[in-house]
């Protein structure tokens, strides 16, 4: 199956500094990709749907100045937390489609996931 | 409002049968997914139903009912491994997926 690969699994920094994640579809074209945040206990919550070559579309309640996207290339979009604050420490996850695919059936292909802890 | 509802948790024991039940409301609909989720990772794929009726995978089956606006995950002979977080989620007219909080399964030996 597709396979997406998110990068750092793990990061740890001090409140004020920018963190960036990367979210990478390796073996297909993600024209469409999904960032979530997740957390302890709940369920998925969508921050933002982004698309290849165009900016983002953030959902409601979600500081598009603070969560910076960008899907530069069909298999790359980055999420870039600013000035990271304790509150933001959560599990974020990428996922992604291919949505030129025929019969397409909806189905996301998620990332690792990554956990940020904000101190 | 959009809402999906499946139960917090449930508990059963290996070897057993367990049934997980999704109900929806949802602004159209294009399709019901469930997803795995073990603690600390992300969710894995399990099944996609868009049309009424049962799909069955291995010891996974899934049901659908558009008109009662409900489905079901069924886990036969379970595993330890299975215990695990399920998501119901249900892709709306926009094609965006409403996700359920999802239901963690405990299998006790």
């Known amino acids: 199956g597709a396979v997406v690969s998110q990068h750092p699994s793990w990061v740890i920094c001090k409140s004020g500094t920018s963190v960036k994640i990367e979210c990478r579809s390796l073996?297909?074209?993600?024209?469409?990709m999904f960032w979530y945040r997740q957390f302890p206990k709940q369920s998925l919550m969508l921050m933002a749907t982004?698309?290849?070559?165009?900016?983002?579309?953030?959902e409601q309640g979600v500081e598009k100045d603070k969560f910076l996207i960008n899907h530069a290339s069909l298999t790359l979009s980055t999420l870039t937390v600013t000035s990271a604050h304790p509150e933001d420490s959560s599990f974020y996850i990428c996922?992604?489609?291919?949505?030129?695919?025929?019969?397409?059936?909806?189905?996301?292909?998620f990332g690792e996931g990554s956990r940020l802890t904000v101190l | 409002g959009q809402n999906i509802d499946q139960p917090t948790e449930m508990t059963a024991t290996e070897g057993a049968i367990v049934q997980i039940n999704c109900t929806y409301q949802t602004s159209g609909f294009n399709g019901l997914f469930w997803y795995q989720q073990h603690a600390g990772e992300a969710p894995t794929f399990l099944s996609y139903?868009?049309l009424d009726g049962l799909e069955e995978k291995g010891r996974f089956s899934s049901f659908l009912s558009r008109s009662k606006g409900y489905s079901y995950l069924l886990l036969k002979e379970l595993q330890m491994k299975d215990s695990a977080s399920y998501l119901c989620?249900?892709?709306?007219?926009?094609?965006?997926?409403?996700w359920g909080a999802g239901t963690k399964l405990i299998i006790k030996p």
């Open positions: 073996d297909f074209q993600a024209t469409t």
């Open positions: 982004s698309n290849e070559g165009s900016k983002a579309t953030y």
């Open positions: 139903n868009v």
């Open positions: 989620a249900v892709m709306d007219s926009n094609y965006q997926l409403i």
């Open positions: 996922s992604a489609r291919d949505l030129r695919i025929a019969g397409d059936t909806g189905e996301l292909f």
